[in-house]
């Protein structure tokens, strides 16, 4: 049983559509987007439906997740903050804004917050340099770029996105 | 009129949508070509403005056009938008504010080479972006200016965004061929070229999102017009991302052959802090060190001038370096870039860039002493000319340049240590 496909026949139709009928591993990445917008990151039983879409096997799918670094096959904070540490961003005090935002929130790099819902890391160029510091907001289903933070500003978003959540969590309540 | 070629929703506001787009002159231009331009003469038409590509490499777009054979079908465009050079941030203000006009430049260069389909390539981390793109897009298709027959003529045209996940070397062009087909992104080995043997193995063009955006009004004003901006060998306007020590970072959009001391001191403010400026990167993170003396300041920036000082004009993403900058805690930011970038394949460069990455490592934490500086030097050197792709070889430019012009930088730690001991 196919689960994603199962979920998805629609999109999963539309994205096949978009390349040649005999080429239909080059929907393995808009699977793969689709499959971790739908679960935060990308389970084996995903793998095997996108092996099976795609007609290659679970191990080539496998292989795509661990080159590109913004797939993921186990469970992370629910937010990942990424802030970006290159040269430009360097230049513009990146590092000390890291380093800070560590310090006030506690967090050390890559390891998620208790209640798991961030995970603070350092990202590799996202093309924002002139609005340094930055840093991106990765979900299943969006990143969100915050340009010319401090660190209180970049608490603020924090903030915000830990009220976000409980309200959410209220309204499945 | 608008002061701006590229960015002009810089000056017209709301031009990222349709209505305004088009009331502004947009479409006109594929219109015109469609339905009035062979294909051959459209490419003679962009030969002849001298349009280079503006994701780096600076190669004659209709002389790229031209290398499709036309006894292999079907052919392909592809838009690279996979802008990730350290420094570099115009492709990503275009896309934002001003998207019909490259999504019109896609149009007029897929009708050039007669190709149904074009794909646009964006780094992951644009994803909305691409979201944004696939509803323009789906305008355009409703609106009639995308699809089926398009003026009436028998040529029908799709485009499909395509989304990366976090991978620079995406943005080489034949990296980025492999990740939409949907393996590794890893170069291929060349020849054959992507405009014989490219995407799922056909002709194929791939384009800079900056270089398709400048077809709308070359193909409406003419390539005369085109080469009144800019120099003989570089004609045209370029984007400029400005960054690091600068008082106005940005983007600026200039002709070619403008001098730096222009962008840095007049239009970006200079530096902060009272500072003086010391080094210009000028292609970003894969930049050769310009020392910033006289000389350099009052270079043109463009293809042919760059290349006096040593270094390349590139993207054109200039990170200007003050005096508190030490060159060999610089070499350590781009060397782990591209450690971390690099995809793995050629061994000079994934061994290369690792035994860099730890030797600089250990200098800037003044844990070296001065062979540890001939040791970086020479490794970079044994990479040069031996790798796959220009990713390595740039990964070396900044460390070779750096220890060349300022070998102080690199004395002044390993004399730290020498006193500590």
Redesign the interface.
Known sequence: MNELLARYPDEIARILAQYPPDQKRAAVMPLLHLAQRDNDYISAQSMQDIAEICGISPTEVDSIIGFYTLFYDKPRGRYHIQVCTDLPCALRGADQFLADLCERTGLKVGEPSSDGLFVIDEVKCIAACDRAPVFQVQTGDDIAFHENQTVETALAVLDELRKKTSRGKEAQL | MSQYLLLRHRDTPGLEKLDVYRKNGGFEALRKAVTGITPADLIQLVKDSGLRGRGGAGFPTGLKWSFCPTNIWPHYVVANAD???????K??EIMEGNPFQFLEGLMIASYAVQANHAYIYL??????IARALDEKIAELEQAGLLGDKLFGTDYSLRL?T???????ICGEESALLE???????QPRLRPPFPAVVGL?AKPTVINNVETLTNLPPIVEHGSAWHREFGTEKSPGVKIF?????INR???YELPLGTPYRELIFKLGGGIPGGRQIKAI?SAG?SSALIKADDRALDTPMDYESVPTLGAQLGSA?I?V?DDS?NIAW?TR??VH?FE??S?GKCTPCREGTYWMGHIVDRIVASQADENDVDLLYAVARQMQNRCLCALGEFSTEAVVSGIDKFRPDYLELVQTMKEAA
């Not at chain 2, 802008?83 to 941030?89: A, L, R, Y």
């Not at chain 2, 395509?162 to 620079?168: E, F, Q, S, V």
């Not at chain 2, 990740?179 to 992104?185: A, D, H, Q, T």
Request: include cysteine.
């Open positions: 802008e990730s050079e350290p420094g570099t941030f492709d990503r780094r992951g981390e644009f994803w909305r499909h395509h989304l990366g996940a976090g991978a620079y990740s939409i087909e949907g393996k590794l992104g799922f991302s400005l960054s690091g020590c970072p940005g983007n990167m993170a993403s990170i370096i900058v610089l930011k781009t870039f971390h970038e995809c």
